[in-house]
């Protein structure tokens, strides 16, 4: 079981203070959660990808090739690159090349995002947002398993002799995980591949969730890839604790209410009841967390989002510290107890390069 952290880097004014970071500022912060990532004990750190204010992580390659230079265990990974408008030739050089310099510590989370107007931007328009993904990610796939590869599709130019560089490390490309919210043939698209799933279920009650992942399961098992209980999953979550739950409330209550995805909506209170969202002391955020379990199966990645809503870095850290020390450590025992053993761990290079190379590990 993997644990980490995921950010989506939005620059928001401190509704306590009314100041808002500086990009530079915010860029720099996200360098310092990652950096206290590896610190704590986390085995995961991800960014977003986005190309409109108030976020700033444009360039994920470049956030990630910096954190990895100063990094030993983290694996780097993103929560999203955007598969449908960026060039799946400059994703497999990018990414093959990031792995290169992070010596395998690498994976991607493929989807579509959550910017209408991003696609005009780049060329492409949103009401193929799933044909893209499709076609995309089949070329992506190829790139990074074929050295000469010979390509004619719908939405970009034809590749004739074309070898992608640098090629990927060990021969393996790095791990996709595919992310939706809401979309089931996202969901097939994993399961066909053999991929994982990430199902960013921080936004809509579970039941929506339940059935998403139910059918990521069953067709990943369709596909012979495994069992259902074998197929790779992942989730979302966000925390906010302190001590005791009403001094928890009390603070994250203004960053909440002025949060720019999902502030001036449902309170509080109504979120966090149909939501992972947990606002609370530490135990809290372990009892809930363990439920994720009873309605999802075993899975292998649990990552939290921690550093939103304009919630200052100092407070960050903390929040990162309390983590790390008072409820990583007992959610993974206690994920530990009764899980399958062929249930797969998360994923990791050596991992893939041992299968690769159908060595047991």
């Not at 980490?4 to 500086?22: K, L, M, Y």
């Amino acid at each position: 079981m993997q644990f980490g952290i995921f950010t989506v880097g939005d620059v928001t004014p401190d509704p306590t203070t009314g100041r808002a970071p500086s990009e530079h500022e915010r860029i720099k912060a996200m360098v310092a959660i990652a950096l206290k990532a590896e610190e704590i004990g986390l085995d995961v750190f991800a960014t977003g990808e986005h190309h409109n204010p108030p976020f700033v992580p444009s360039s994920p390659t470049t956030l990630l090739g910096f954190v990895a230079a100063r990094t030993e265990r983290l694996i780097l990974s993103t929560a999203t690159t955007l598969i449908t408008t960026n060039d799946p030739v400059k994703i497999a050089e990018d990414y093959a090349m990031l792995q290169h310099l992070a010596d395998g510590r690498v994976d991607l989370m493929l989807g579509r995002g959550n910017t209408g107007p991003v696609y005009p931007w780049f060329g492409q328009d949103i009401r193929n947002g799933i044909p893209l993904a499709v076609e995309n990610y089949a070329l992506l796939r190829e790139l990074w398993r074929t050295d000469v590869v010979d390509w004619e599709g719908r939405f970009r130019t034809p590749l004739q002799g074309f070898t992608s560089t640098p090629r990927p490390l060990d021969g393996v490309p790095p791990f996709v995980w595919h992310g939706s919210i809401r979309s089931p043939e996202i969901a097939e698209q994993a399961a066909y591949y053999g991929d994982g799933f990430f199902a960013n279920n921080i936004f809509w009650p579970k039941e929506h969730f339940v059935r998403l992942i139910s059918l990521y399961r069953e067709r990943y098992a369709h596909y012979g890839h495994g069992t259902p209980e074998q197929a790779y999953v992942g989730l979302g979550g966000q925390v906010f604790m302190r001590k005791n739950s009403q001094d928890a409330v009390r603070e994250f209550r203004p960053y909440f209410d002025k949060a720019p995805v999902y502030g001036n909506g449902p309170s509080l209170e109504e979120f966090t009841e149909q939501t992972p969202l947990t606002v609370g002391s530490p135990q809290e955020v372990i009892d809930k967390t363990l439920t994720f379990r009873d309605h999802f199966g075993d899975y292998q990645r649990q990552l939290f989002l921690m550093d939103h809503a304009g919630l200052p870095l100092k407070t960050v850290l903390e929040q990162l510290d309390i983590l790390g020390e008072e409820v990583i450590p007992v959610l993974r025992r206690e994920f530990a107890v009764n899980r399958p053993a062929d249930v797969p761990n998360g994923p990791t290079h050596e991992f893939l390069v041992a299968q690769a190379n159908s060595v047991p590990v």
